[in-house]
């Protein structure tokens, strides 16, 4: 839900390759044959928990999450909207991918204004992407592959036509009133609504206040006009989610991600955020042309924890319904500092999220060698050993090219992210068609956007339409995902970024993320190795050791330049005593090393190898 900055311009497409991983036939999953038919909580209470038990109860530690946006993902009824059929189509895909778990962004019944993030009815499906019986079906077959069904859950807020708030703002007095945040307006008069109640914003622009003339109040708003706040501070809330959550975790859903989890409670006092001034000592201005505030008093308070906390309890808790293994928590949690998503894990008392998104790492928006080293090894040692969840990606920020990409060596690039998303410690969350290189392909005309981010803010703030683009899955017109006109223009690269096209290519991007998560799953140093860095004072090439069990340890370089680049990558200073490496995976133009002293690195070229200790 949280939009961090603009999108940049479309960067151009060159092609490139990479070089193919040796042939494995082992299994991505760690399931058993069992899956699906002993529940989580036998599982859990059993006294001698063998081997492949306790994989299905740790799943997640290092796991690999596929983010649908479900409009976008595949249409089957021809509507130009994709749907939960379209999902269920690709599961087979999604295997051979190596994907553990899909997190489907909203999929219930909505007026569309936020695109599903607008709910107005949290136990059911919205007709454009199916019916209960195709989401039940969804669940079937994802089961039968190994594959997890996680869901999107906002809790923060409604749509303003949920039945909860058409009550709410029917008068003061009705008992649904106190579910939503209501204050009194600045200087209202009989005649006047006055101003509203503080100078707290929108994240998408202007006032987080609006007016209601019928009962002569203001509601409060984090985001869109059509989606108010719920007030966590009545019980009552709690209740109808703990409800809710219990309602999907009985279909077999296998846990959620938390929309907007930061932004729950508000500052009781009620008084104005600090405004953020420039260096010329004026107010900063955004995109929507208000004054920039701080967000401290809506934003990560500390009421959120005791909240999460008491989800955290109601997921463990509830009936296992055969679900293979533990439920898990996924936090939106963009967050200032490590210290701040060290909170979000809880502690061992009161746990919190499993999953915390690790913004630090891929949000850094810039190929800088210190910055990354600095938030990898943050990751590493400043988690009291939580797992991280590294995600690059997701349907409110551009794609790898607009942030990270030059418009020349964008595939190559492409490569150096997703190594540090998948060779570092951790789970792995990535967004549909990233596995592609798909690019960022924002509207060029005001009439032409769709999601109300741009309409606000055109010309300088153009929305998250060029993030949301359709699967590009062929070649054909409207890119194999719809027979119609899709809700959003397929873009002109489908010739050359297509599926169909790169799964025939062995140098394609597609080859090197199913090669990557195939490392991730099948080498002991990479499925759960720690991070040790490397060659720690070279500003040009990002390198570090996963030392893993019974001296399995792997060496992974990325030359974030555009100049060719010879490392001395020698891990004596980890223990690790060898210096012949043996290659797993490396870019085109990248040499197999004589000696771990000198690994050579075409332009922004990648090589991983094992070393012995």
Same mark, same amino acid.
């Given at each position: 839900m949280k939009r961090i900055f603009s999108p940049l311009r479309l960067r151009s497409w060159v092609t490139a390759g990479c070089s193919s991983i040796l042939a494995s036939s082992l299994l991505f999953s760690a399931a058993p044959a069992s899956y699906g038919q002993m529940s989580g909580s036998s599982y859990a209470n059993s006294a001698t928990n063998s081997a492949a038990q306790q994989r299905l109860l740790n799943w997640w530690k290092n796991a690999v999450v /596929?983010?649908?946006?479900?409009?976008?993902?595949?249409?089957?009824?021809?509507?130009?909207?994709?749907?939960?059929?379209?999902?269920?189509?690709?599961?087979? /895909?999604?295997?051979?991918?190596? &994907?553990?778990? @899909?997190?489907?962004?909203?999929? *219930?019944?909505? =007026?569309? $204004?936020?695109?599903?993030?607008?709910?107005?009815?949290?136990?059911?499906?919205?007709?454009?992407?199916?019916?209960?019986?195709?989401?039940?079906?969804?669940?079937?077959?994802?089961? +039968?592959?190994? &594959?997890?069904?996680?869901?999107?859950?906002?809790?923060? #807020?409604?749509?303003?036509? #949920?039945?909860?708030?058409?009550?709410?703002?029917?008068?003061?007095?009705n008992p649904k009133r106190d579910w939503y945040v209501w204050k009194d307006g600045k200087g209202e008069t009989a005649t006047s609504q006055g101003q509203p109640p503080n100078n707290w914003q929108s994240a998408f622009g202007h006032s987080a206040w609006?007016?209601?003339?019928?009962?002569?109040? *203001?509601? *409060?708003? +984090?985001?869109?006009?059509?989606? !108010?706040?719920?007030?966590?501070?009545?019980?009552?809330?709690?209740? %109808?989610?703990?409800?809710?959550?219990?309602?999907?975790?009985n279909k077999g859903v296998a846990g959620f991600r938390f929309d907007a989890i930061t932004t729950l409670f508000e500052d009781p006092s009620m008084t104005d955020e600090k405004v953020v001034?420039?260096?010329?000592?004026?107010?900063? &201005?955004? %995109?929507?042309?208000?004054? $920039?505030?701080?967000?401290?008093?809506?934003?990560?308070?500390?009421?959120?924890?005791?909240? @999460?906390a008491h989800i955290r309890s109601v997921m463990d808790t509830a009936p296992d319904n055969s679900f293979p293994g533990k439920r898990v928590m996924i936090g939106e949690t963009y967050v200032?500092?490590?210290?701040?998503?060290? +909170?979000?894990?809880g502690t061992t008392q009161k746990p919190e999220f499993e999953l915390p998104m690790d913004t630090q790492i891929g949000f850094i928006n810039k190929l800088n060698v210190a910055a990354f080293r600095s938030k990898i090894n943050d990751a590493e040692t400043r988690l009291d050993?939580?797992? !991280?969840? &590294?995600?690059?990606?997701?349907?409110?920020?551009?794609?790898?090219?607009?942030? /990270?990409?030059?418009? $020349?060596?964008?595939?190559?690039i492409t490569r150096v992210i997703s190594t540090i998303l998948f060779?570092?410690?951790?789970?792995?969350?990535? *967004?549909?068609?990233?596995?592609?290189?798909?690019?960022?392909?924002?509207?060029?005309?005001?009439?032409?956007v769709r999601d109300p981010v741009g309409i606000t803010g055109w010309p300088?703030?153009?929305?998250?339409?060029?993030?949301?683009?359709?699967?590009?899955?062929?070649?054909? +017109? /409207?890119?194999?995902?719809?027979?119609?006109? =899709?809700?959003? !223009?397929?873009? !002109?690269n489908k010739a050359t970024i297509n599926v169909k096209m790169e799964q025939a290519e062995p140098n394609s991007i597609l080859a090197w993320y199913e090669s990557l998560i195939r490392l991730k799953k099948t080498n002991p140093a990479l499925r759960s190795g720690s991070n040790v860095m490397l060659d720690t004072a070279n500003t040009k090439v990002l390198s570090w050791l996963r030392k893993g069990p019974n001296g399995n340890? $792997?060496?992974? %370089?990325?030359?974030?330049?555009?100049?060719?680049?010879?490392?001395?990558?020698?891990?004596?200073?980890?223990?690790?005593?060898?210096?012949?490496?043996?290659?797993?995976?490396?870019? =085109?133009?990248?040499?197999?090393? %004589?000696?771990?002293?000198?690994?050579a690195l075409p332009a922004f070229g990648v090589y991983i190898g094992t070393v012995k200790e």
């Open positions: /596929y983010e649908i946006y479900p409009r976008s993902f595949q249409d089957t009824n021809g509507d130009g909207i994709g749907d939960l059929n379209g999902i269920t189509e690709h599961l087979d /895909y999604l295997k051979q991918l190596g &994907i553990d778990a @899909i997190w489907i962004s909203p999929m *219930y019944p909505s =007026p569309q $204004v936020d695109f599903g993030y607008d709910i107005s009815d949290y136990e059911a499906i919205d007709p454009q992407y199916g019916t209960m019986a195709d989401f039940d079906r969804l669940i079937a077959e994802a089961n +039968k592959r190994h &594959i997890r069904i996680m869901l999107d859950m906002v809790m923060n #807020h409604s749509s303003d036509k #949920h039945p909860w708030f058409l009550e709410s703002r029917s008068s003061r007095n609006q007016w209601d003339p019928k009962t002569r109040q *203001y509601y *409060y708003h +984090k985001f869109y006009i059509q989606q !108010p706040d719920f007030n966590w501070n009545n019980p009552e809330v709690q209740q %109808a989610f703990d409800k809710i959550l219990n309602f999907w975790m001034l420039g260096k010329d000592g004026k107010p900063k &201005i955004n %995109a929507f042309g208000d004054e $920039v505030v701080d967000g401290k008093k809506t934003d990560n308070l500390p009421k959120n924890h005791v909240e @999460i200032p500092t490590i210290n701040d998503l060290l +909170k979000m894990y050993g939580n797992v !991280p969840l &590294i995600v690059f990606e997701n349907h409110d920020n551009p794609r790898i090219d607009a942030r /990270y990409g030059d418009g $020349v060596h964008d595939t190559d060779a570092t410690r951790g789970a792995s969350l990535f *967004y549909y068609g990233s596995e592609i290189g798909m690019k960022t392909t924002p509207p060029t005309r005001k009439e032409d300088k703030e153009k929305g998250r339409d060029g993030e949301r683009t359709p699967m590009q899955w062929d070649d054909s +017109k /409207y890119a194999g995902f719809s027979t119609v006109k =899709p809700w959003l !223009p397929i873009p !002109p340890n $792997v060496i992974v %370089a990325t030359n974030f330049t555009a100049e060719p680049q010879t490392v001395n990558l020698s891990a004596v200073s980890a223990g690790v005593m060898g210096t012949h490496l043996t290659t797993l995976l490396k870019t =085109p133009g990248a040499s197999d090393p %004589a000696s771990i002293t000198a690994v």
